[in-house]
Structures are given as C-alpha cells and as structure tokens.
DNA sequence: ACAAAACAGGACGTCAATGTCCATTTTAAC
DNA sequence: GTTAAAATGGACATTGACGTCCTGTTTTGT
C-alpha cells in the first residue's frame, strides 16, 4: 500500500526532526533508520529538491529539516516522494460520468481523501511525542536523553 | 496508491455483479472494463484461485461471482489480489518497541486500518444502486435496462 | 467424432521501483 | 594549499508489476 520509498522518507525525516536544529549526515540517518545509504541518499535529494529538506556539503554538513518538525505534515513529506493521487475523473474515460464519479472510484477516492486527512493532520513533532507508545527509531525509549551533539571543535 | 492490478479486478467484479448470475465471458469483460483481455484473464484466474470467482469452460461458459453481490465486500477482493498489510510490529525490528508501534508507524498503520474498515464495510452491490452517481462502467446512466442475456439456443 | 468457444497456464517482453557504485564537487579544518 | 568530510549526479544491476502470446484443455452443439 505504502511504498519503501515513502517509509524511508518517513523515516528520515522523523530522525531529521528528531535531532533538529542540528544537521545529520546520510551516514548517521543510514545507520538509525536501517535504510540503506546509497538509497537513503536518493530520497534525500528528492526531498531536497521538494523543499522539505536542505543540505551542506563539506566537512561538518549533512541534511536539516526546512521547516520546523511541528510545522511539518507527514503528507507534506509523502507528497514530496510519491503524491497521494485522488481520483477526479473516471479512469475509464466515459464521458457521461465527467466530474461525477461511478460508485466504485467514489469509494476508492474516499479511501485516498481519509488517508490524505489522516497525513495532512499529523505533524511530524507530533510522531516524537510518544503518547505512551515508544520512540521512534530507537531501541531505547528513553535513549532521547542522550542525543549526542556533534562537536564542531 | 492502489494498483493496477487491485482497480482491474474491481472493475471486473462489478461488472460480474452488474450481470449476475449470468456468466460473462473475459471477451465481454475485458471490453466493457477496458482492461487488455491477456491480463484480465491473469488477475481472473488469480479471484477464482481465491474463490472469489468461478470459471466454467467451453462454449456458453465464463465466470461467475461466487457469493451474491450483496455478501461480497471490496475488501475481499483486494485482499485477493494484493492483501492490505497491516503494520503488526516494527519495521526496523527494534526488539524493545516490541508490540507497540512507534508513533509513525501505528499513524501508517492506522491510515491502513481505515482502509480497509472502509473497503470491509461496502458490498459490491452497494456499487450498483447508483446513490445518485452514475452507474458502474456504463456510458449511458440508464443502460441498465437493456441488460443483454445471452442467449443458449 | 468433430469443430468451435472458452478458460488455464507457461514463456516471454517491458518498464518503473529499488538498490548499488563511482567519479565529481563543495566545504571546513589544518 | 592540502586534505578529509560530505553531498551530488550519472551509470548500472536487480526485481517485481504489468502486459502479451501461444499452446493446451475442457465443454457444448452438431
């Protein structure tokens, strides 16, 4: 239902804001989100080139989040790698239908249309609020305690 | 998001279930869903292994929905040619998050979960009466009438 | 028995999603 | 300036979804 591309997306950017203001490198979101780095590259600039991410190069780089994490719907993200495509017209073409859906696509649609509310109400800050449920991307629930800061010098 | 292959075998249930209980042949199928007959046939062959349709060989034959229209929902359909997956346990298998889904994952989970309550909730038959939209795969909304029963003999 | 209608199934082709690899460019630190 | 860290981008490999084609098998009507 969900593609890889979309989870690792998602995953990504829960570790991006996770770890916000501060950059991480492809190395370390690889390395926490188990997706592999040549890969986890791609979906970075894809969501870079969809302004939802930006990144320095050179010693001290990595990726941030453009916007803040609170700010930040999961659709946005989802949107950016692979768009929730909502059915407008009849895919079969028939004339007589236009605009007006037969049952079968208004029930399809509908599916799209709740899982669209659904992303589009949700912030990624909220994703690391663990309302009772655990952290995301770490083993240890309470490992935010030690969020390892980067030392420039 | 939904697949090909899940949009055709709807399409061809409906029109089943549009014609039933008389058998329809992958020729008049494929040309009324518009669904190229060669893959029609696979994604036939795919319901029937999955009793959702019956085929009958030979001259006169075809294929048939095996329960009434009104005791089939869509979401047997789809789980028959690609099962939604329900997210059980972590992706990532962090062996602490256990049962409990991180918050991305149980809001992916729960986007599936309405999905498929939705698609459990609509019978096929429901995508028949026409609740003022057009009707399924027909040019004409009233094209109902002239239902064209084949004749044996 | 024979011919025609219709499904079954296997082999094959194509393309996009996924994944890998490497050379290049940018940047900071020394 | 040199070096090392890091992203960028292009080329390539793999796999599964989608689609086609052909041969065989079943069934009915004559």
Redesign the pocket.
Known sequence: MF???VE?ALRAVVFLADHAPTAC???QISTATQV?K??L??V??NL?RNNIVR?????????TLVKMPNELTILEVVNAVEPIERIHTCPLGLKSHGTKLCPLHQRMDEALEMVEKSFNQTTVAEMLAEPGGSHPLCENPKATAEKQVKK??
């Open positions: 593609s890889q591309t690792y490198t492809t190395d592999p040549p890969y590259s791609k970075l600039q870079g990144s320095q190069r050179g010693i001290g780089g990595g990726v420039r010098q």
